[in-house]
């Protein structure tokens, strides 16, 4: 299997109120630059079209920008995003300096209740979406609507992760993709039976995305084409992928 990774350019700056799907469906049909927005990186030689079986990535920035889940902040303050941390969370987990951990009413365990000030204009932060599976949904009804293509849709947002360094992108919402495949009752290469094996393919899709949108180069929508055909179903990061409380060893 060959999986392919192909930046969506040319979507230029969201803002609330505007058609998501109508802006990515736009930039997959015409040249980066002139689908009504002004290039946000450097242009593309030309238009990347959706395909059958094409699983379109979409950063939680822009969706949070689209559905008008913008708060405002001081800018001269740099604490002064702290109480919508707090008022984002339905339980403080940690607090270390200026790093609140704590957990959203999605079941999310982020720092900082996902609010984020990078990539919106000075004076804001963005919120998390408020149903991020319902807005993959949404998404992903517009783009089958003007593609007639079956592709599935992952929302992505950088988390960092316990115990390891570093960020990477995971999947927050999800439509028309599984969000974990069980592999349960299955055979390993040597022909053992998989007894616990489930694999978060939305965060694979997810991370695998962010490789070509990268944090500053201003390119919101990757697709990822080649995925196992036999993932796309409904799929629901909240129901799938949030461990429920009675089965975290951790909190």
């Not at 109480?83 to 079941?107: C, F, W």
């Not at 944090?215 to 697709?223: D, L, Q, R």
Request: proline residues 5%.
């Amino acid at each position: 299997m060959t999986i392919s990774l192909i930046p969506v350019e040319g979507i230029g700056e969201v803002q609330p109120g505007d058609d998501l799907a109508g802006l990515i469906f736009a930039a997959t049909r015409s040249p980066a630059g002139t689908a009504g927005r002004p290039p946000a990186s450097t242009p593309n030689s030309g238009s990347v079209e959706l395909a059958e079986g094409d699983v379109v990535v979409v950063t939680q920035k822009v969706v949070s920008k689209a559905e008008g889940r913008l708060v405002k902040v001081d800018p001269a303050d740099p604490r002064s995003h702290k109480v919508h941390v707090e008022a984002e969370a339905v339980r403080i987990i940690r607090r270390r300096g200026d790093l609140i951990m704590t957990e959203t009413r999605h079941g999310f365990v982020c720092a900082n209740s996902g609010v984020d000030l990078s990539n919106v204009d000075s004076g804001w932060a963005a919120l998390l979406p408020v149903d991020p599976d319902r807005s993959a949904r949404r998404i992903r009804d517009g783009l089958v609507a003007r593609s007639s293509k079956n592709v599935g849709v992952v929302i992505s947002d950088t988390f960092g992760r316990a115990w390891r360094r570093g960020v990477t992108d995971v999947a927050i919402g999800c439509a028309g993709v599984a969000a974990v495949v069980d592999l349960r009752g299955t055979r390993d290469a040597l022909g053992r039976e998989l007894t616990v094996t489930e694999v978060c393919v939305a965060d694979e899709i997810a991370g695998a995305a962010e490789l070509v949108m990268g944090k500053s180069t201003g390119i919101p929508v990757a697709i990822v084409r080649g995925v196992n055909p036999s993932w796309f179903r409904d799929g629901s990061v909240r129901k799938e992928i949030v461990r429920p409380h009675q089965e975290d060893l951790f909190r």
